[in-house]
């Protein structure tokens, strides 16, 4: 630190003495390299220290050039005062030149001043610019923060329309059962209200989810859907937006298994790569509809070369709305670093693959 100041001081000394070498020139036609440092020092160092602490508390971009103008005055007084010395005639050369010398400090104030409103007002616009970069970054953000806690408070009125007719047949034909749906059913909304009001759940809160919504799902499919889990323990606390996965599960429910008398299997893998997250949900049905892959590839290209702000406009809607419902807040909360992909599974029915930062 000691260093730096040192440096600091020295770099002002020295461009104090240049200047006032010219000016030294300029008045008596000589070059005086030993008057010149000593106008240097006088007012690169000792003039700007006496005056520094009346703008000590200034602005970084005010200071900088409030420095350049002492510095630039100083020298220049400094070098006026020389001409009183007896080397140089004394007070009457003094009088001889003051036309000469009164023009160099009016030349002199007049520079320093004009070097300080430049900065000055170079410095005020970046300043108002960056402040305006700032509050419609702001406002941007709110706006898409909005946007996210609406998406997350959703729930697929089809999955609650079928529940509760699941839940009506039940009443009369297995009261016990009914009893145990209604729990799971106000656990899902109970879980939709909490993940809307954050970001992010730990990973084992949203498989648990997935568990209550597939016990409702088999109170009205029976054995017709059969799951099959992979899921790797050590990833369990890692955080994911919350109803992130049950949408993909509701999807490969609905086109996979409610659809076809014999049913269907879905499987659901989580796993960690590198210092990712990847979740997978697969089944054995006939695949997406092709308007639904559609609207999917059109949100992706959308996301790729528009931003977010524009592929959230640009959602999926009607068929289809949960998986654009995940795409845009994966968007929204990962910023390009997490991704949703859908490809063909190997037997023909679709999958889809999650991949998010740890």
């Not at 420095?67 to 009183?84: E, K, R, S």
Request: include cysteine.
């Amino acid at each position: 630190m000691r260093l730096s100041k040192l440096l600091t001081e020295l770099w002002f000394a020295l461009g104090s003495a240049a200047i006032a070498l010219l000016l030294l020139y300029y008045l008596h036609e000589l070059w005086l390299w030993d008057w010149a440092l000593g106008c240097g020092f006088l007012a690169g160092v000792l003039f700007r220290q006496a005056l520094l602490p009346t703008y000590a508390t200034f602005p970084t971009f005010l200071r900088r050039p409030l420095n350049l103008a002492v510095v630039l005055l100083g020298t220049i007084f400094a070098v006026w005062g020389t001409l009183v010395a007896p080397r140089f005639g004394g007070l009457a050369y003094f009088v001889s030149v003051l036309p000469q010398a009164l023009t160099l400090a009016g030349a002199g104030v007049l520079l320093g001043l004009g070097i300080a409103a430049a900065v000055y007002t170079h410095a005020r616009m970046r300043s108002e610019v960056e402040e305006s970069r700032i509050r419609e970054s702001v406002l941007r953000e709110t706006a898409l923060r909005a946007q996210l806690k609406a998406l997350q408070a959703q729930i697929n009125p089809h999955f609650l329309f079928n529940a509760l007719n699941a839940l009506a047949e039940l009443t009369h034909e297995n009261p016990d059962q009914a009893e145990e749906f209604i729990g799971d059913l106000s656990f899902l909304l109970r879980y939709s209200l909490r993940s809307s009001a954050v970001e992010t759940v730990p990973l084992s809160q949203e498989l648990e989810a997935v568990e209550r919504y597939l016990r409702i799902e088999r109170a009205r499919l029976g054995r017709r859907l059969v799951v099959e889990q992979s899921i790797d323990a050590a990833v369990t606390h890692t955080h994911v937006p919350g109803l992130i996965l049950q949408p993909l599960v509701e999807n490969a429910v609905q086109h996979a298994v409610a659809p076809r008398p014999e049913g269907g299997h879905i499987s659901i893998g989580v796993s960690s790569e590198d210092s990712t997250l990847r979740i997978v949900v697969e089944d054995d049905g006939p695949g997406l509809p092709e308007q639904i892959r559609e609207q999917l590839a059109g949100f992706a290209a959308v996301a790729a070369l528009a931003g977010v702000e524009r592929a959230i406009d640009s959602g999926t809607g009607g068929a289809g709305g949960g998986l654009g419902n995940v795409q845009k807040r994966l968007a929204l909360i990962y910023r390009g670093a997490a991704r949703l992909s859908y490809s063909e599974a190997e037997g023909g029915g679709a999958r889809f693959d999650i991949v998010v930062p740890r």
